[in-house]
T-cell receptor
Framework: DGGITQSPKYLFRKEGQNVTLSCEQNLNHDAMYWYRQDPGQGLRLIYY???????QKGDIAEGYSVSREKKESFPLTVTSAQKNPTAFYLC???????????FGNGTRLTVT | GQSLEQPSEVTAVEGAIVQINCTYQTSGFYGLSWYQQHDGGAPTFLSY??LDGLEETGRFSSFLSRSDSYGYLLLQELQMKDSASYFCASPMDSNYQLIWGAGTKLIIKP
């Protein structure tokens, strides 16, 4: 079955360390997204990519970086510059405009 | 600015009907979607309204009125498993970006 795989499910890091969250999809979707969700809040867009080798900043891109070297993969790096990195991170993809977003199961990052 | 407003919490009784509202302010309008998210899980798509009217999918229905900048999600025959957060979302423009409401936590009592 096609889907989006995020790994790991839980991630623990010390403050000051960069960490990369994996997102892989086999849905053949062009567009992919990274969202951040804090407890009791909605989704906020970090970065999105509509096509390979191209990506745009979302509302809260500061302290994050991405790459899109392959259609299937859209990894997110949380850098030490991100002031409050502890959150639930969700990767998603979409087939086309007004199509449903397909989400991975998320990565819960805790930085201490 | 562009925004979607929805109540933070709604409480209902098992077996009843509940309506979750979403009002929006967007510079353009490209439809309204609804997603369900259980605690600790990922959002899953429920429905989409591109035009005015009611869309029905089993126990769930979604309604849109573009003239009122308003939509709602209607859940019938509530079951305990429907306890979740529900989000409305809308494309910002003709590209693939969505703006999201803050979510409505649905609490179902026996």
């Amino acid at each position: 079955d096609g889907g989006i795989t995020q790994s790991p499910k839980y991630l623990f890091r010390k403050e000051g360390q960069n960490v990369t969250l994996s997102c892989e999809q086999n849905l053949n979707h062009d567009a992919m997204y990274w969202y951040r969700q804090d407890p009791g809040q909605g989704l906020r867009l970090i970065y999105y990519s509509q096509i390979v080798n191209d990506f745009q900043k979302g509302d809260i891109a500061e302290g994050y970086s991405v790459s899109r070297e392959k259609k299937e993969s859209f990894p997110l790096t949380v850098t030490s510059a991100q002031k409050n990195p502890t959150a639930f991170y969700l990767c998603a993809s979409i087939e086309g405009n007004n199509s449903p977003l397909h989400f991975g199961n998320g990565t819960r990052l805790t930085v201490t | 600015g562009q925004s979607l407003e929805q109540p933070s919490e709604v409480t209902a009784v098992e077996g009843a009907i509940v309506q979750i509202n979403c009002t929006y302010q967007t510079s353009g309008f490209y439809g309204l979607s609804w997603y369900q998210q259980h605690d600790g899980g990922a959002p899953t798509f429920l429905s989409y309204n591109g035009l005015d009217g009611l869309e029905e999918t089993g126990r769930f229905s979604s309604f849109l009125s573009r003239s009122d900048s308003y939509g709602y999600l209607l859940l019938q025959e509530l079951q305990m498993k429907d306890s979740a957060s529900y989000f409305c979302a809308s494309p910002m423009d003709s590209n693939y970006q969505l703006i999201w409401g803050a979510g409505t936590k649905l609490i179902i009592k026996p």
